[in-house]
């Protein structure tokens, strides 16, 4: 149970290094300072004197049920929002990432061919072919067990191909479906039972994230009502990933959305991350991060990194589920601090390198 937590722990880590602030927004000198949001969550003066100091702080919040888990941190960066609004944007530079299997953003229209480099883990493969409903180790619905079941000889040589072929197509359906229906769509697709279920949970998820300073309502609005929220001039794409922490490689389908925007006479940038499916463990994820100026830094040359992750996960609930609980958020909690000090690290690494440069140009 401990080695599972603490892989558990870890592939939060690494997702929250691709994508750990999945909402972006630069305020201006004299806007509201994180310390009112320090407040609210709880984080005592020498929490705040850490982050002041350069020393990434992350806190689990106690919000929901059992199976959901909050964790707010913040660290203090010299160096440019853009530049990290940049790297979170590289989907394709997650690839470097000790862990990451696979990964790739799909274009508009994306087909199965788009999916070519996915395949199924042996151990999922050999799960699909016993999968009941109510009793598979993959996260499906009744209808995909049951094609499974239906459409793949197992005693075929090419049945693994096969499978891999399915599960690629049935993804490629998944996100028609979203696009077409959205948040509501990802709710028949887990369970028809109760067709609503994500679409709450993201709201429910949503929600909070407005603590954070500059959530921008219309960003909560697409991320709510999506696709009957149109957004002008964002960038929204998807992509899948397909990372390895230790226990069972996990295959994700993911929805990203970077918008920037004049509002109230500032620039704000914005980058959302949803999750829409996961093979294992996590029912529905969210990451939320705002960068903030110092109004002591008039030059916008340091800010804050303010990231609130929100994620409903399996195996939670229950007497072991509680023990397993406690294990997974205290291991997220740290896994984020350290997410954090490697953000701040490449950041300030890189601004360093542009600085040598710009001098010896002169």
Known sequence: MQRQC?????????FGLGAAAALTALAQPGDRQPLDIFT?????PKQVAAIDEGRPVA??????????????????????PDAYLRTARNVNGL??????????????????????RLT??????KALKNCREGACDLQLPAGSIQRFRESIDWSHPGAADEADALARGMLIELLDAYRRGGNDALGVYRDKAHPARVAEQFATMVGRASALPDVLPELR???????????????????????????????RLNHGVIYRSRARGRDISAFAIKQLYATHYFHTALDVSVCVGKAADPDRRAFYLLTLKG?????????????????VVDKT?????????????????????RLVSSERVR
């Not at 609210?40 to 005592?44: D, K, N």
């Not at 806190?59 to 909050?70: A, L, N, R």
Request: no cysteine; net charge negative.
């Open 59 to 80: 806190k689990v919040i106690s919000w929901g049920g059992p199976s959901e888990v909050y964790v707010f941190g913040a660290v203090s960066v010299n160096g440019s």
């Open 311 to 327: 994620s409903e996960q399996d195996g939670l609930t229950g007497a072991k589920g509680s023990i397993l609980r406690k294990v």
């Open 221 to 251: 609005r697409y991320l709510l009502d999506y696709p009957a929220a149109p957004l002008e001039a964002a960038d929204s794409f998807t992509y899948w990933e397909k990372v390895n922490f230790g226990m069972k490689p996990t295959i």
């Open 6 to 14: 603490a892989t558990l722990a870890t592939f939060i880590a690494w």
């Open 120 to 125: 199924l883990e042996p151990d999922d493969r």
């Open 40 to 44: 609210t969550m709880g984080l005592t």
């Open 95 to 116: 690839a470097r990432v000790d862990g990451y299997l696979g990964i790739g953003e799909l274009p508009a229209n994306p087909t199965v061919a788009d999916l070519a």
């Open 333 to 353: 909690r740290s896994s984020l601090e350290g997410a954090l000090a490697s953000i701040k690290k490449s950041i300030e690494q890189s601004a360093t390198v």
